[in-house]
């Protein structure tokens, strides 16, 4: 179960990555939220840099303290362009894809989205009817 | 003046299994705390950062021994992109384009990989002052520099403070670069055979 205050520690590190101005973030979500252990952001931001190919990479972190999970509790963040999710919208053999179709069907929560921007406002959109809190 | 290589193309191959081995020792350190005991349980931030140079490092050396093997002597400089004295030769930089616009959604990956490369040790970088003594050292993720203030600080101390975004972001660019080197066959085999 994702707990409220999990949920504010993980709003505080997305801010942070929000304040970053090279790569601004437009949207921030927490999926995968049934486990206990481990955390799993999607996080599309601009600027960043794509193979192009909607391979959605995850890149693994230990959990920063002060998220204080549990001991040996990872921090999976799938770092993604604008480009590249709805790249992957449309094209159903790409991981990023299957990422989007589990997201859909399982829910996240919503932890940071850029209302005064088109572009997020259509990837909330997508994301859908994902339970979520912002 | 660095001396040429004998025999370029025989080095093509080992230079970019080392820059592969240093990205992939640079992962483990983000991702696996094996440093638990050795730094405060703080993983070894400062180290992977330096890892993570020196797999660019070594990605474009790799790139310029096979399209540029005139001049290998460049295999033994440490900045391609930030140093305009290397990146304003027309050769260079029209070897290293052709990985940097590679693919459709990449554009241009210089700008990001520059923030990397500023990472390499240079006294060159250093500010002197009026008596030729060293006042100020770059950011660099191998010794101590000077901090905004000016205070000299420990790469293990500050690269520790910056966790996820910054690293977030080198990893990121990284992974795409060597991505575009796997897309392009003159480097495929290589990255696939130690993938």
Not at chain 2, 101 to 130: F, K, M, S, Y
Not at chain 2, 181 to 194: C, G, S
């Amino acid at each position: 179960m994702a707990s409220n205050a999990k949920t504010l520690r993980l709003k505080t590190l997305v801010e942070q990555h929000h304040l970053n101005t090279e790569t601004p973030l437009l949207f921030a979500a927490w999926y995968r939220l049934n486990k206990r252990k481990d955390v799993y952001l999607l996080e599309v931001a601009e600027g960043v840099l794509d193979p192009g190919d909607g391979s959605w990479e995850t890149f693994t972190f230990i959990a920063p303290p002060e998220l204080r999970l549990p001991g040996g509790a990872r921090l999976h963040i799938t770092y993604i362009s604008p480009e590249e999710f709805f790249y992957s919208v449309k094209r159903e053999y790409t991981k990023g894809h299957e990422l989007l179709r589990e997201i859909q069907k399982d829910g996240c929560r919503v932890l940071f989205f850029e209302e005064s921007n088109e572009t997020a406002q259509r990837i909330k959109e997508v994301i859908g009817n994902a339970p979520t809190t912002c | 003046m660095p001396p040429q290589l004998a025999n370029p193309a025989a080095w093509v191959e080992p230079t970019l299994r080392q820059a592969w081995a240093d990205f992939m020792v640079a992962n483990h350190l983000v991702t696996f705390s094996l440093d638990d005991q050795l730094h405060k349980g703080q993983p070894a931030y400062h180290a992977a950062m330096s890892k993570y140079q020196q797999a660019l490092e070594k990605a474009l050396s790799a790139v310029l021994l096979q399209f540029l093997p005139s001049r290998s002597d460049l295999v033994f400089v440490h900045r391609y992109l930030t140093d305009a004295t290397i990146w304003n030769q027309a050769e260079v930089r029209r070897a290293l384009l052709r990985v940097f616009q590679v693919t459709r959604h990449v554009g241009n990956l210089r700008l990001p990989l520059q923030a990397v490369e500023r990472l390499v040790p240079d006294v060159q970088q250093a500010v002197l002052d009026d008596f030729g003594r060293c006042i100020r050292l770059a950011e660099n993720a191998e010794y101590p520099y000077t901090d905004t203030n000016g205070n000299p600080v420990a790469p293990c101390d500050t690269f520790a403070a910056v966790f996820v975004q910054r690293f977030l972001n080198v990893r990121k660019d990284l992974s795409t670069l060597f991505k575009a080197l796997r897309n392009m066959p003159e480097f495929r085999h290589i990255l696939h055979a130690v993938e």
